[in-house]
């Protein structure tokens, strides 16, 4: 089952990825929401999890925001009307709302970032605005009106609000009403303005795309760390005629080849980047201890394995690999490990969020046994008896 409904995977990608909403009615038909709003505000409590409550007016002021963890108290006070609740990465907390993810996997599993779960009380909206990344909005409960605008940039002019980014003007060009199961999907900087018909709650299935502001720095800092003192600008074959003060073209190509050289590695390139989109949104990247490698752990895993144990991905965890050259490269929640191809079944089945068993693991050498120890010691995976405790 996929978001999608009945719409074929090449049609959406050909006409709608990245390019033009699209409402699909009943896309999951009979769907129930797998959590319900008291399990939400549970999870807004938590000082762990990111929260936020959006009311549409305080007083004389619109537009209110507060963040979390919030008290039993706060849910108490707000009323019947008018006010969202906002819980990020609610999948990494309930493996039954990490089980939608499943429900894209025809997008690459490395550009998803988190299911936001929101849930507004009748008029309870978070105002007319734009995002930068590709959204499925789903339905989970309840009714929801979502008015689209236009196309939007840094450009178009925002109310001033110290805490969020609402647009100064918004005007409908399509209306939608949104029931359980419906899908909206919106690609970056369309105006959207979603407000509560009924109480009920709205899963935002988001994607992320790195800035090219971000990327450039942190891939130029990547390269520069293993640059040495003596690799720098040279001109060994400088010819006769300098004119003292002037930087010529020839400098300047110069400069360039030589910078470009530097900078254009596609090994590097895939290396980081694998590293750079599996970075957790939460926690800091693992750090490899050398114990970890050790050879007991191996043992234990393939007796447990052996055992009917399984190994699964665990929540919240970013796995994603290349093969470069004669090689595997595994991202793992930030981390690279090099290792055999021989590996590619079972972490394709990983990144499928489909468990792996002694059975996918026979015939396979002691190098692929040596890598999920090395992702359980990373907490990317966990080994389980059954697939039932936090399995996804
Ligand atoms: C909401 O759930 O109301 C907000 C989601 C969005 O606009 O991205
Ligand atoms: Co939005």
Same mark, same amino acid.
């Given at each position: 089952m996929n978001l999608l409904g009945n719409l074929p995977i090449a049609t959406f990608l050909k006409d709608y990825w990245q390019k033009q909403p699209l409402l699909i009615k009943?896309? @999951? $038909?009979r769907f129930e929401a797998p959590i319900s709003p008291d399990e939400l505000a549970g999870l807004a409590l938590e000082p762990e999890i990111e929260s936020r409550i959006i009311q549409t007016q305080v007083g004389n002021q619109p537009w209110a925001l507060r963040r979390g963890p919030f008290s039993e108290e706060t849910f108490a006070e707000l009323g019947d009307k008018d006010w969202t609740l906002l819980v990020q990465a609610v999948d990494h907390w309930v493996p039954e709302v990490a089980e939608l993810l499943n429900t894209v996997s025809? @997008? $690459? +599993?490395?550009?998803l970032d988190d299911i936001m779960i929101s849930f507004a009380a009748t008029g309870g909206s978070v105002g007319p605005h734009y995002d930068n990344y590709d959204v499925f909005l789903l339905q989970a409960e309840g009714t929801r009106e979502w008015q689209l605008g236009g196309h939007c940039d840094s450009d178009t002019p925002l109310i001033c609000h110290p805490d969020l980014q609402i647009l100064e003007q918004f005007s409908a060009e399509q209306t939608y009403t949104l029931e359980p199961g419906d899908v909206l999907y919106l690609p970056p900087q369309i105006a959207h303005y979603g407000v509560a018909l009924t109480p009920g709650m709205t899963f935002s299935i988001g994607f992320r795309a790195p800035a090219y502001a971000d990327m450039i720095g942190l891939y130029a800092d990547f390269i520069a760390s293993e640059l040495?003192?003596?690799q720098r600008y040279h001109d060994p074959e400088l010819e006769e005629n300098v004119k003292p003060g002037k930087i010529d073209a020839t400098t300047l190509n110069r400069l360039r080849q030589q910078l470009l050289k530097v900078i254009d590695q596609p090994d590097k390139l895939a290396q980081w980047f694998g590293e750079h989109m599996t970075e957790p949104k939460y926690s800091t990247p693992p750090v490899l201890a050398k114990e970890q490698l050790e050879p007991a752990a191996i043992t234990e895993i393939s007796n447990l394995l052996q055992q009917g144990y399984q190994i699964i991905l665990n929540l919240g965890a970013r796995l994603a690999y290349s093969e470069i050259n004669q090689e595997l490269l595994v991202f793992a929640d930030g981390v690279s490990v090099t290792t055999s191809k021989e590996a590619l079944p079972i972490i394709q089945q990983l990144c499928e969020r489909h468990p792996v068993t002694w059975h996918h693991l026979? +015939?396979? +050498?002691e190098a692929v046994l040596t890598l999920l120890a090395t992702l359980c010691a990373m907490e990317t995976v966990t080994i389980h008896d059954d697939d039932t405790d936090g399995s996804i």
């Open positions: 009943q896309a @999951l $038909p025809f @997008l $690459p +599993s490395w550009r040495v003192a003596e026979q +015939s396979k +050498s």
